[in-house]
């Protein structure tokens, strides 16, 4: 079954970090690179940053330095994971995991909602 499933946002004051997680179910992630998705209220969904199969990393220029991808697999389930440093008011968004590459892309999952506000 394919299915992205993803956790730990939460609301953080300025300057703090959060962990996020994604668990990508199915074989159709299985070698695919992965990515974080965010979409601010009344914004377009944007990318923020990706992880190769082969564990090469990019990122958005507003979150190089403070953001880091990971990934690893635990038996059938791909895990995504997002370490946020040094968050921003403007990081605010509901996040999302998937893969980059349209055509490996499985339906969105409920995504995880990030708030940074004092």
């Known amino acids: 079954q394919v299915q992205l499933v993803e956790s730990g946002g939460g609301l953080v004051q300025p300057g703090g970090s959060l962990r996020l997680s994604c668990v990508a179910s199915?074989?159709?992630?299985?070698?695919?690179?992965m990515g974080w998705f965010r979409q601010a209220p009344g914004k377009q969904r944007e990318l923020v940053a990706t992880?190769?199969?082969?564990?090469?990393?990019?990122?958005a220029d507003s979150v190089k330095g403070r953001f880091t991808i990971s990934r690893s697999r635990d038996n059938a389930k791909n895990m995504v994971y997002l370490q946020m440093n040094s968050l921003k008011p403007e990081d605010t968004a509901v996040y999302y995991c998937?893969?980059?590459?349209?055509?490996?892309?499985?339906?969105w999952g409920q995504g995880t909602q990030v708030t940074v506000s004092s």
């Open positions: 199915g074989s159709i992630f299985t070698g695919a690179a």
């Open positions: 992880i190769a199969s082969t564990g090469t990393t990019n990122y």
């Open positions: 998937n893969a980059v590459a349209r055509n490996r892309q499985a339906p």
